[in-house]
């Protein structure tokens, strides 16, 4: 992109947004990476529920198109201390995505505090994430600093990621929402395969959280394994400068193109 734009998504009132080019997928200039959508959804939800996010589950019913799209946001399980919402995203009608939201009440400090690894710190240069792919806006509305493997190679790798834009314009970014916009990513930074002649398709992306991710940059530690009969798994360790902050899964679905 020569320019980065105002933000993912404009608002347009009651539940409805426009989708920038800054949320483009790289496999079809019409539709959008599954980043945005399942952090905007997240977002919502969490906002409905004003607890902190534990467990966002987002499932996609297909490509979800780079159109108008409508999220209406439902409580399911209303509770002071542990609350479940869901948020549906629709386009034209249909269905597109749906994320499920659990949120915990944050307490006081208990006697035992697990130690969180600290990942490497961030690298001075930077690259583009998927170099051999046609250019497309989501790679340019975030920042990559890889600190093990490279877009050049096949396999698990670590990198730092920092969002360039707001998910929504007229709205600060939350440390959740640095880290859904990039966790999507996890199964194409990882991936095992040749992207020109292998399609890994996730269906959908759970990721569960501890705490809010502090300051701009969110590391994902992505590892995939695929298995004989056709199917993956691509799993990633999200962490902030402090410590790991959570974890990323998705189910993959191999084949050739």
Same mark, same amino acid.
């Given at each position: 992109? @020569?320019?980065? !734009?105002?933000?993912?998504? $404009? ?9 920038? #080019? ?6 079809? +200039? ?11 959804? !997240? ?15 987002? @499932? ?21 201390? &542990? ?15 749906? /994320?499920?939201?659990?949120? $915990? ?15 490497? +710190? ?19 509305? $975030?920042?990559? #600093?890889?600190? +093990? ?6 396999? /698990? +790798? ?23 916009? !990039? !966790?999507?990513?996890?199964?194409? &930074?990882?991936?095992? $395969?040749?992207? @020109? ?13 501890? #705490? ?12 995939? #394994? &695929? ?12 962490? @902030? ?14 084949? /050739?193109?």
């Amino acid at each position: 992109m @020569d320019e980065i !734009a105002e933000a993912f998504y $404009l608002p347009l009132g009651d539940g409805r947004y426009t989708p920038t #080019r800054a949320t483009e997928s790289p496999w079809e +200039a019409e539709a959008q990476h599954g980043g945005p959508p399942s952090a905007l959804l !997240a977002h919502l939800a969490a906002a409905a529920g004003g607890q902190q996010p534990v467990r966002v589950s987002v @499932d996609f019913y297909g490509a979800i198109p780079r159109r108008e799209l409508q999220v209406q946001v439902s409580p399911v399980r209303p509770g002071r201390r &542990i609350d479940l919402t869901e948020a549906v995203l629709t386009v034209d009608g249909r269905t597109a995505a749906v /994320a499920r939201v659990w949120s $915990l009440a944050p307490g006081p400090t208990p006697p035992v505090v697990t130690p969180a690894a600290v990942p490497p +710190a961030v690298p001075d240069e930077g690259t583009v994430v998927f170099p051999d792919l046609p250019d497309f806006g989501y790679q340019h509305a $975030l920042e990559w #600093r890889y600190t +093990a493997g490279s877009p050049e190679q096949l396999g /698990a +790798a670590d990198v730092w990621t920092r969002v360039r834009i707001p998910l929504v314009a007229g709205e600060e970014l939350t440390g959740t929402d640095r880290v859904l916009i !990039a !966790a999507d990513a996890a199964n194409g &930074i990882s991936v095992e $395969l040749p992207l @020109d002649r292998w399609l890994s398709i996730p269906p959908g992306m759970t990721c569960h959280l501890t #705490r809010e991710a502090q300051g701009d940059w969110v590391h994902l530690a992505c590892r995939t #394994r &695929i298995e004989a009969n056709g199917l993956g798994l691509c799993t990633g360790t999200v962490s @902030d400068a402090t410590g790991v902050v959570g974890e990323v899964a998705q189910p993959l679905l191999v084949r /050739a193109r």
